[in-house]
């Protein structure tokens, strides 16, 4: 059974910076695509990155430039560190498997003042 487990949420002032962390156990996290993916309040749940099992990566237009997105296989996790935070950035973040139905539990990220 493969689990995920995000951390690294809070809240920041605009313009501040938050890393999120997702752990992965269960699973052969060398051979996943990963993603970051987020759902904020009446809107529907985005991509905002992923990294392949091969290191590419690619984002949203919206968080190219601010955000980046890393993995450590050798702690089977995958990061996403978040610069110059916007208030628009506020929703709950969400780790994935790609082509999988495996979630992590989801972690709050807040950009306000």
């Known amino acids: 059974q493969v689990q995920l487990v995000e951390s690294g949420g809070g809240l920041v002032q605009p313009g501040g910076s938050l890393r999120l962390s997702c752990a992965a156990s269960?699973?052969?996290?060398?051979?996943?695509?990963m993603g970051w993916y987020r759902q904020a309040p009446g809107k529907q749940r985005e991509l905002v990155a992923r990294?392949?099992?091969?290191?590419?990566?690619n984002y949203a237009d919206s968080v190219k430039g601010r955000f980046t997105i890393s993995r450590d296989n050798a702690k089977s996790t995958v990061y996403l560190q978040m610069n110059s935070l916007k208030p628009e950035d506020t929703a709950v973040y969400y780790c994935?498997?790609?082509?999988?139905?495996?979630w992590g539990q989801g972690t709050q990220v807040t950009a306000s003042s």
């Open positions: 269960g699973g052969i996290f060398i051979l996943y695509n």
């Open positions: 994935h498997i790609d082509s999988t139905n495996y």
């Open positions: 990294v392949t099992s091969g290191h590419s990566t």
